[in-house]
């Protein structure tokens, strides 16, 4: 025997552990507002689509999801604007890369750019899976603090670029927050960042916008080719347990995402599910306007109550309770709901079903 251990990387060992949404305890009822999911099931037509696919499941996948990948080009050349389509044209299955939920297209975007040492900046708080994939990559992540109401700071981050950036992130609406940038200000900003710089605009709840001027994401690419939009099955399309997502933009840096890329990454199941969805597109963006209904009421009915709810252009909406995040968290799970709290900074509530937001409404009235 020897004492010896095997050494983790220090990048790592220093790794904060990923904080998944809480869950109902078995048995109980409550409400999950905690990850930002779809609160629908499955449309029938996407359940026999992933039925049907099951009886091919001895089989490896399509390895590139060529299908998948062409109808996402299709979808997306059909609903370019105006200004996307002025600069290359079409969006050709050679600019889509499709993977295994947009988290692990992010990992392969930032694994096919980024060297040991490098920098990559983004806002902070945001989405906790980007400090994680950096450090695995191998980059050093450089955290640019929030502006008020939670709306990322767009000036800061691009003074926070160097030589040593190689990718910078945006995330719009920004989680947990769920300020949106506009397209306006997404194009100074990446006026002002260096060409060499990959710009990762993750669009992962790009349905759910409503605001004035809203990011055209092709747009951008077509007049910047260091962007890259990261999209996803996960939440208007409700196929979160699946693992859909993609990354689109300029063939070169596409094809050096699908090399980074895992052989095989979306199954079989998961590619017919995906097509499925994007059949019945219209259906599903009906059901997105529904939850968009729900988020005003949510909001309304907090600020009624004299709450200080930032904009939300997701599917969640943000309190800032600082300190008191965890004691709000654990009461408001003892009357039935579940939201993601963040310690010392705030609590994120997805919206979901409309029982969902009169209980969760209830229990504010009460709080103090
Ligand atoms: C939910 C989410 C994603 C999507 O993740 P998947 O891996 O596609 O399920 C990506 N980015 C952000 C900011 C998210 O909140």
Redesign the pocket.
Known sequence: MTSRRVPLRPAIDALPAYVPGGRAPVGAAAFKLSS?ENPYPPLASVQAAIIDAASDVNRYPDMFATELTEAIATELTATLSDAARDGDGDIGPDQVVVGN????VLGHVVEAVVDAGDEVVFPWRS?EAYPIVVSVAGGTSVQVPLAEHGRIDLDAMAAAVTERTRVVMV?TPN?PTGAAVTHTELMSFLAAVPGDVLVVV?E?YLEFVRCDDPVDGPAALAAHPNVVL?R?F??AYGL?GL?V?YAVARPRVAAGIRAASTPFGVSHVAQRAALASLRAKDELLRRVDSIVDERTRLVDGLRAQGWDVPDTEANFVWLALGDRTGRFAAEVRTAGVIVRPFAGEGVRVSVGEREATDLFLRFTAGWR
Not at 101 to 104: F, L
């Open positions: 930002n939920g947009s988290v692990a989405f995330c989680n993750d992962a990261l996803t996960s939440k979160a693992r997502g």
